[in-house]
T-cell receptor, first 114, second 110 residues
Framework: DAGVTQSPTHLIKTRGQQVTLRCSPK?????VSWYQQALGQGPQFIFQ???????QRGNFPDRFSGHQFPNYSSELNVNALLLGDSALYLC?????????????FGPGTRLTVT | GNSVTQMEGPVTLSEEAFLTINCTYT??????LFWYVQYPGEGLQLLLK?????DKGSNKGFEATYRKETTSFHLEKGSVQVSDSAVYFC?????????FGPGTSLSVIP
């Protein structure tokens, strides 16, 4: 049983560009959450998707948007990249009717903005 | 609002030393509490959890007890190994999102 997978592993973009990150949840999971982890800090909640809609959102600007597909996989899009967007982006999946603590994290995508 | 505070690192210990990493939280309601571990270059792994007051979570020799009266969830291990070197995050759940502390870096030297 594959766990949470993310692609790509690493990404280098230039300031002002747009980026799309992808996440496939653990088998049987229907909810996907995205987190941003800046270097030396704890992950910060970006947003959560369930039934193809954004269910919760953290304190991130509208430049950050997402999507969830019918197969529960998800994308995170960031427009007009800033140097400060450089971070590890983590995806976590869970089953909405399961225990609230059962979130499984992927290995992350390392985004560098130059 | 909901938040998690951890002792600042880095923490450096000799192999077989006793480990304590302090964690306190602020939350409405009755959150579940967790410790996650992040090894160099990797994602997050759930180390242990506790879902209600006085619960003790344990895994791989690590333990933490949910103390509602002191709003704490301190991580302990009786004898650390070099392989325990990693960053440890205390966290809580609030409406299905995980709120993390800033992390504590642990280095264990032989």
């Amino acid at each position: 049983d594959a766990g949470v997978t993310q692609s790509p592993t690493h990404l280098i973009k230039t300031r002002g560009q747009q980026v799309t990150l992808r996440c496939s949840p653990k088998s049987g999971h229907d909810t996907v959450s995205w987190y941003q982890q800046a270097l030396g800090q704890g992950p910060q909640f970006i947003f959560q998707y369930y039934e193809e809609e954004e269910r919760q959102r953290g304190n991130f600007p509208d430049r950050f948007s997402g999507h969830q597909f019918p197969n529960y996989s998800s994308e995170l899009n960031v427009n007009a990249l800033l140097l400060g967007d450089s971070a590890l982006y983590l995806c976590a999946s869970s089953f909405t009717s399961g225990p609230p603590y059962e979130q499984y994290f992927g290995p992350g995508t390392r985004l560098t903005v130059t | 609002g909901n938040s998690v505070t951890q002792m600042e690192g880095p923490v450096t210990l000799s192999e077989e030393a006793f480990l304590t990493i302090n964690c306190t939280y602020t939350a409405t309601g009755y959150p579940s509490l967790f410790w996650y571990v992040q090894y160099p270059g990797e994602g997050l792994q759930l180390l242990l959890k506790a879902t209600k007051a006085d619960d003790k979570g344990s895994n791989k020799g690590f333990e933490a007890t949910y103390r509602k009266e002191t709003t704490s969830f301190h991580l302990e291990k009786g004898s650390v190994q070099v392989s325990d070197s990693a960053v440890y995050f205390c966290a809580l759940t609030h409406y299905d999102k995980v709120i993390f502390g800033p992390g504590t870096s642990l280095s264990v030297i032989p």
